[in-house]
């Protein structure tokens, strides 16, 4: 049997399991890429030649997780985020390319400032927290989880990227027990209603409930995250964060009502969904 031949069986499998055509392929591509330690090019020009010995049982162990729907970056234990890779587990949320926009916003806001403290509220994998340093070399960063699990994720991707001195991880809720003033902070916090659990695609329901939902609404944790902003951003401070689609005209009244902030941006994602917010400490 070629490359070809066997990653063309796992395609159908994956297919066959509900996964569409393209992603399927990539998928495929992503797992025997792992196991062989190839990259894209070196797949393509190998396919007609034998599947190497070394690709199973590893490979087909992998593709076995991928057609129960579990999220590719867990079944390789990585993903890709501003151009850094992440080591993620079942103890974080998946890092998306929507919540780009959140370091690309922080990284103008923080652009010509010298040194600044920033916050990463909810932290999980550490993504924003070590994009935004890995960026701004003078800004320090604290990072702040309430899952041991989730910081110890954190971790790892800090000291993976070498900003370990200058980005500090605390368990706690918000940021309880940190003083500030922060300059910065950025949060994607839990947004879905708890109602919609049984609507989501079964990849999500991978990811751990603590990331995901925020009481009836969910707004409970956004809520908190611009309370904590009004009392520890520094005069002039930004809140860059993340929220779900339809949520834009909640989010707006819920600043509004705050006479010391500002709603100054809402970005829209590439579908064209309002998902970043920046806010401003009047």
Known sequence: MTLGD???????LLVAAGIATDEAGLDVELAAGHVLGWNR????????????SVLEPAFSALIARRAAREPMA???G????????????????????????IVEEALGLLRGRGRALAADIGTGSGCLAVSI?????AVRVVGTDLSWRALAIARRNVDRHGVATRVDLVRTSMLEGLAGPFDLIVSN??????????????EVRHEPDLALFSGRDGLDAIRAVIDTA????APSG?????????????????VTARPDLQLTGIREDLQGIPRTVVVTRR
Do not use: C
């Not at 916090?189 to 659990?197: G, S």
């Open 78 to 101: 990585e993903r890709e985020f501003w151009n850094l890779t992440f080591v993620v587990s079942h103890d974080v949320l998946v890092p998306r390319p929507e919540s780009e926009l």
């Open 238 to 254: 930004s809140l860059v964060m993340e929220i779900g689609a339809g949520q834009s005209p909640s989010v707006a009244a819920l």
């Open 189 to 202: 916090p839990p947004y879905i209603a708890e109602a919609d659990a049984a609507s989501l695609p079964s």
């Open 41 to 52: 090019a070196t797949l393509l020009a190998e396919r007609n030649g034998p599947a190497p």
């Open 230 to 233: 009004a009392r520890v951003l």
């Open 6 to 12: 066997r990653l063309g069986r796992a395609k159908a």
């Open 133 to 137: 340093a890995a960026n701004a070399p």
């Open 74 to 76: 867990y079944v390789l």
